[in-house]
């Protein structure tokens, strides 16, 4: 074990999600394919030389158990930690809130201690606190959220925007994932697969249609494990404004409509939006990017 000799203090950032492009069972295990955007989680870990706790957030135990979770591995569980977090990730909805919290907190927490992780390990530090969205992984990734026995990168996304729809409400995703609704997914099994292999084709061929029409294939088979009353009518929107798709969180609340990267195909649709979504609490148009966590700031006190 390594010993500290002064204060270290690191920041990372880490990007949320519009739920997923795809989510279901992919040979018998339940994984998703990324949707990360451009709203970030930014986690600043200070550590010091003596023994003690992980000081934090009280609004934040993921987080917290995390940064404990990066010393136990890293061998350095004789040191105490403050974290704080800035993010603009509203909680509850399937932005992959305190999965970006949790992510950034782990690569903060060994910047802090001069080591680097790989995306895999910040992925099994992650799951060890809850399942996990994949926004760890580089580009647009397929991955298993709750075990971890895949992991694979498809590629960066091409240019691509998102409208990202809030109907209110939220889903404790913790309680969601405890449900056994395998046998749910099973029915939905080939429309998964075959929404994975037109993702997969459009992110090689950078193909942004065939990447609308994975994920709306997904988005409505999953009707069937998380009903969304706005579904209809925002597919509806889609396709009179000429977007690429639709996506949703599979296991939250929120919809996005993906569209060309031009903002003004982005503007008309998020004043359509307005004028013919009924319950419509929110409209962010973002930016589809590429996933990884990020260090912004490393400083020796």
């Not at 606190?129 to 760890?136: H, K, L, R, T, Y």
């Not at 405890?178 to 037109?198: G, H, N, P, Q, Y």
Request: overall charge negative; hydrophobic content about 45%; proline content about 5%.
């Amino acid at each position: 074990m390594t010993r500290m000799q002064a204060t270290m203090k690191a920041s990372a950032a880490a990007p949320g999600t519009c739920g997923e492009l795809c989510q279901g069972l992919v040979e018998g295990v339940v994984c998703m394919v990324t949707c990360p955007i451009d709203m970030y989680s930014v986690a600043t870990v200070e550590l010091f030389p003596s023994d003690g706790e992980v000081s934090g957030p009280a609004d934040s135990p993921k987080a917290r158990r995390a940064v404990q979770a990066t010393l136990d591995y890293l061998q350095e569980d004789a040191l105490a930690a403050s974290l704080s977090l800035d993010s603009s990730l509203p909680r509850g909805k399937g932005m992959a809130s305190s999965t970006a919290d949790v992510a950034a907190a782990i690569v903060a927490t060994a910047s802090a201690l001069g080591r680097e992780l790989a995306p895999e390990q910040i992925a099994e530090i992650a799951l060890g606190v809850e399942p996990s969205d994949g926004i760890m992984f580089p580009g647009i990734a397929l991955v298993d959220h709750r075990a971890g026995r895949v992991a694979r990168t498809l590629g960066p996304p091409p240019p691509m925007r998102i409208l990202v729809l809030d109907f209110g409400g939220a889903l404790d995703t913790v309680e969601f994932n405890r449900v056994d609704r395998k046998e749910i997914l099973k029915r939905t099994e080939s429309d998964t697969a075959r929404a994975v292999c037109l993702i997969e084709e459009g992110i090689k061929c950078r193909d942004i249609a065939r990447i609308g029409r994975g994920a709306t294939l997904s988005a409505i088979a999953n009707q069937q494990v998380l009903f969304k009353p706005g579904l209809e009518a925002a597919l509806e929107l889609s396709q009179s404004v000429g977007a690429l798709g639709m996506n949703v969180a599979h296991s939250g609340t929120v919809i996005g409509i993906l569209l060309p990267d031009d903002g003004s195909i982005a503007g008309q649709a998020a004043s359509l939006a307005w004028e013919r979504l009924h319950g419509l609490e929110s409209v962010r148009c973002q930016r589809v990017v590429g996933g990884g966590v990020t260090v912004s700031r490393l400083s020796r006190c």
